[in-house]
């Protein structure tokens, strides 16, 4: 599933169709695609126009970002990010999982820690727990 961006006047089919022509369909590349950068002298004349714009911001839920980046980096294994983060993830907090979890929760066999099956996963990867602790 694609997450597609509502942006101001443009309809969810027009940023779907938009994401069809781009590769990498991020949500910033495809609103820069939309609506592109306003140089800064112009910018700078809208903000101290009259009446004042209303500025505003909108962010994805943290726990999202963080959810999601341990699944992209590290539960479907990622070779880089394993030996850059995971290893001493692990290292860190594998022991007091075991004690905490038991040894049948990181069993092979089983779900290697993880709620559901995941393909690929070895159970070298840390769980989302340790990924949360460290």
Known sequence: MKNIPRL???SAQQVARLSMKKKNG???T????????????QLRK???????PVTFIIVRNPFDRLLSAFRDKLERYNK???NKYGKDIVKRYRQEGIEKFGA???DKDGQNGSPA???GRKGSEPIFWEFVKA
Do not use: C, E, G, W
Request: aromatic residues 24%; without cysteine; glycine residues 0%.
């Open 8 to 10: 101001s006047r443009y």
């Open 26 to 28: 991020q949500a910033n």
């Open 30 to 41: 495809l609103a820069r695609a939309i609506v592109p950068y306003i140089p800064a002298n």
């Open 46 to 52: 809208f903000m101290n126009s009259d009446p004042k």
């Open 80 to 82: 880089y990010y394993f």
């Open 104 to 106: 049948q929760f990181y």
């Open 117 to 119: 099956k995941v393909a």
